[in-house]
């Protein structure tokens, strides 16, 4: 297995519409298997193959403290969603450092294969329907921040843009 880098936004792949999968085979398994890995040592409760630059429609989730309820979406389809919204405080390994509040749908119901093709249904609410949600919008070349106000959009940019700089020269300030 292998941790995989992500795709930090304003990164331009990270707006690519990811394709449909037709072909479940070993390579399939083993980036699903890498994106798990990456997702755990990030640590995060999700991954989008989006987020490491693989433009397929493939998901993973683990929502649980003891990272021992892995859910590998491949396809995943919205095929319910509650007019009950809730709003929750969102995060994303594309944005390190970034928080806000998303209101989204409480309860979905997602139609998804398993590595092997097979059809499974979800029924999601709390961190589950949130997260499902989120990296779904990944898949469509969506991040949480586009949920936002301009004004919110805008100020979240600069404080990226700041954040980077920061980066950069503390990186100088190392390699001298
Ligand atoms: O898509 C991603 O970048 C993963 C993202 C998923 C997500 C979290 C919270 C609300 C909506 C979507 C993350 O995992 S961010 C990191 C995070 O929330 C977390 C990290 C460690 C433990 C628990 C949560
Ligand atoms: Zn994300």
Request: aromatic content about 6%.
């Given at each position: 297995m292998a941790i995989l880098p992500i795709l930090r936004y304003p990164d331009a792949r990270l707006a690519t519409r990811?394709?449909?999968v037709t072909e479940?085979?070993?390579e399939l398994k083993k980036l699903a298997a890498d994106m798990a890995e990456t997702m755990y040592e990030a640590p995060g409760v999700g991954l989008a193959a989006t987020q490491v630059d693989r433009h397929i429609r493939l998901i993973v989730i683990d929502i649980t403290e003891e990272k021992n309820d892995l859910k590998v979406l491949v396809n995943p389809k919205l095929v319910a969603s509650s007019e009950e919204t809730k709003p929750w405080e969102e995060g994303c390994l594309s944005l390190p450092g970034i928080y806000d509040k998303v209101e989204r749908p409480a309860f979905v119901t997602v139609q998804a294969q398993d590595l092997d093709g097979k059809?499974?249904?979800l029924e999601c609410e709390g961190l589950l329907a949130v997260c499902i949600q989120h990296e779904m919008d990944h898949l469509e070349g969506h991040v949480f921040i586009d949920h936002l106000s301009r004004f919110k959009k805008d100020r979240i940019c600069k404080k990226i843009k700041?954040?980077?700089l920061e980066e950069e020269k503390?990186?100088?300030y190392e390699d001298a």
């Open positions: 990811a394709a449909e479940f085979n070993d059809e499974i249904t700041k954040q980077r503390q990186k100088k």
